[in-house]
Structures are given as structure tokens and as C-alpha cells.
């Protein structure tokens, strides 16, 4: 099978990994490409197998006409490219993107089926949330990353639930530490000023919070904790290598306000971390139900500092949810189980176009 993957980039984000490592996984039996806006390299090691093509074509636009340009030389682009390639199926990951690949695919007559990465609700640009009711109807197939989020796409027949595979686990076999760590990005959606207040209210002067990611938020976070005096508390920046982070840690905490689907998360269960989060939309609750950790009323600190204080003062609650959650990171969440549920969608794509 012919796959053409198509993002706006190859960056550091979490949906970037996604299409990375599922592309590097598929290329060992498929022939595989992906296709991109930009022209930088990949932030993830891209196996050699997969084809590598640079649109260049990404840009900042600002006003209707600027912008209505950009979607024409964007769709022009990829149809072409699709017309020359001749995938048997196209792939689009992200709202934006799949709105222009899908106008593309169907100008090129080919298969297209595109995944969401935002949960439904909180795409916040209004016309992005008016093309998306007219355009995702025309795609042969929508893929989610949980089943709460695929309840919102009713008006759609052909709706699948696919959650994120693990990538390869490289989390160094090392004692545990008096840590608590938060992954992402610094920004309002990732909630960590809560993160920083719960720790403080916590009392937890002999443990360290890290907070490992980069953004717009880090100026008032850096506020934050020197208004605290909380010598105890890191920003350490975006992590390449965020693996040995996960396995010094004993604690993970997650304070979105909401998620597509928490990859960082998963990685923590995987590496045996005793996880707290926020039930928030989507995907903490259907990972850590059954007790494989602590879930909490939304943007309740005074509950995440609780606890926090609780996993901290309890090395046996830690351990517990540590087993249970890493079992089922890793039995659940396997590449190869992950790949195969894209296989299998995609046959029965291919088969009703």
C-alpha cells in the first residue's frame, strides 16, 4: 500500500511525533511518504524509508484575501503533488491541514482520511470551525483519539476511534526520585500555574517539581515561582530526550484544561510514574480508570495539592499505580497494535471508495 502522510510540519509537537512514528513503523511494510508546508528538518529521527517531501510553501498570513490565497496555493500545491505521486490512500493530521488536503484529495480524486488532534470543542478559530462542518463530511473517514471526542462528530458517518501508540520506550532502568514532573507546552491550555500553586500549598519542601517544556507562558510561570520563593521548583525548557525525566520521576501531574489525547500522559504511565491529572476533555479518564491513578475535578488545586502531598508521603500508593498504570500503557498502547488498527481502517477505506 501507497501512503501519503501530510502535516503543515515536522516539528516538536505532539502530533508531529504521531505521524513520525507511525510513518516509521508502516514504512517497514508499505510504501510511505510524508508531506509537509515547511521546509525544515524533522525535530523526530525519520527512518531513511520514508519519503521526505518539503512543500515550502508555509507562511504567515494576516487578512481574508492574504489568507484565502495561502488555502488556494496550498490545496494547488498538494493536489498536484498528490496527482504526481499517486498515493492509494492520503493521511491528514490537524484541523487546518485537513481541510486543505481534503479539498486536494477530492480535486485529485483520491482516498483521504483525516485525524483530529484538538478535541471538537476548543478549535477556536470561527472560520476554521465553519470549513471544518462543510469540508470534514467530504473526507472518506475521521479518525479520533478517544471515543468522548468521536460522540461530537454525530453529523459524520464514518468515524473511528484510533488512540496515540506509544513510541519507542527508552526510559533508563534507574532508582526513582523525590521528583514531580510536568510535560508540555507553557501555555494556558496546559495549566501549569496550577501545577505550581498546588505544589506550594503542598508543602513539599524536600521534593522537587520539574516542568519540562517551552512557551509563551514561561515569563509568568517564572513569576509565579519566585513570588513563592520556590527554589524547589524547575523550568528546565523543551526536552529532546524527555525519557530519563520519566523514569527519575515518582510523580506525574497534569493540569490541562483539556487534550486531544495526553501523550504525556501515557509516556509517564509507561515509565511506572504514579499519575495525577485533571479530568479534563479528553482522554485522562479512560487512562487512568480502574485505578491506575488520581483523577480530579477540573481546575481544582486545592484537590491536585492533596494529592500531591498523598503520593508523596505514600511510597506504596506511588508503586501500586505505577504497576497498574504501566501494564496497560504498555499492552494498550503497543505500536504494532496501534498500526494495525490504522491498517485495518484504512483497508476498509479503500475498499467502500
Avoid at 95 to 115: M, R
Avoid at 122 to 134: D, G, P, T, V
Avoid at 231 to 257: C, H
Wanted: aromatic fraction near 8%; glycine fraction near 6%; include cysteine.
Amino acid at each position: 500500500m501507497k501512503i501519503l502522510f501530510v502535516i503543515a510540519t515536522l516539528d516538536s509537537g505532539g502530533a508531529e511525533r504521531v505521524v513520525t512514528h507511525l510513518a516509521n513503523y508502516l514504512s517497514g511494510t508499505h510504501q510511505v511518504a510524508i508531506a509537509t508546508f515547511w521546509s525544515k528538518e524533522p525535530f523526530y529521527p525519520l527512518s531513511p524509508e520514508v519519503e521526505y517531501i518539503r512543500l515550502d510553501i508555509m507562511k504567515n498570513t494576516h487578512g481574508v484575501v492574504e489568507k484565502a490565497s495561502y488555502f488556494a496555493k496550498r490545496v494547488h500545491a498538494l493536489q498536484k503533488l498528490m496527482q504526481k505521486h499517486d498515493p492509494d490512500v492520503v493521511v491528514s493530521f490537524l484541523s487546518e491541514t485537513n481541510i486543505i488536503a481534503t479539498v486536494a484529495a477530492k480535486l485529485a480524486k483520491k482516498p483521504i482520511v483525516i485525524s483530529e488532534r484538538i478535541a471538537h470543542g476548543f478549535l477556536q478559530l470561527r472560520y476554521l470551525r465553519i470549513a471544518r462542518r462543510l469540508v470534514y463530511p467530504l473526507a472518506d473517514a475521521l479518525v479520533t483519539q478517544t471515543e468522548g471526542d468521536r460522540q461530537n462528530y454525530s453529523y459524520l458517518s464514518n468515524v473511528h476511534v484510533v488512540p496515540n501508540a506509544l513510541p519507542a520506550i527508552n526510559c533508563p532502568d534507574i532508582p526513582k526520585e523525590r521528583i514531580i514532573l510536568g510535560v508540555g507546552r507553557l501555555e494556558e491550555q496546559k495549566g501549569f500555574t496550577d501545577l505550581v500553586e498546588a505544589f506550594v500549598q503542598a508543602g513539599l519542601s524536600d521534593w522537587r517539581l520539574v516542568i519540562a517544556g517551552e512557551g509563551s507562558q514561561r515569563e509568568r510561570l517564572e513569576h509565579l515561582i519566585q513570588r513563592h520563593g520556590a527554589d524547589n521548583i524547575e523550568l528546565i525548557g523543551r526536552q529532546k530526550d524527555i525519557w530519563p525525566w520519566y523514569a527519575r520521576a515518582s510523580v506525574f501531574a497534569m493540569t490541562s484544561r483539556y487534550e486531544g489525547f495526553p501523550n504525556a500522559l501515557l509516556e509517564a504511565m509507561a515509565c511506572g510514574c504514579g499519575c495525577v491529572s485533571y479530568d479534563c476533555p479528553y482522554g485522562p479518564a479512560e487512562l487512568l480508570g480502574d485505578g491506575r491513578g488520581i483523577l480530579l475535578p477540573l481546575g481544582d488545586t486545592k484537590a491536585l495539592g492533596e494529592a500531591l502531598r498523598s503520593l508523596a508521603r505514600d511510597a506504596k500508593l506511588r508503586q501500586n499505580l505505577g504497576i497498574k498504570a504501566q501494564k496497560y500503557a504498555k499492552e494498550e498502547f503497543a505500536i504494532e497494535k496501534i498500526a494495525k488498527k490504522w491498517e485495518e481502517m484504512i483497508e476498509h477505506v479503500l475498499k467502500s471508495s
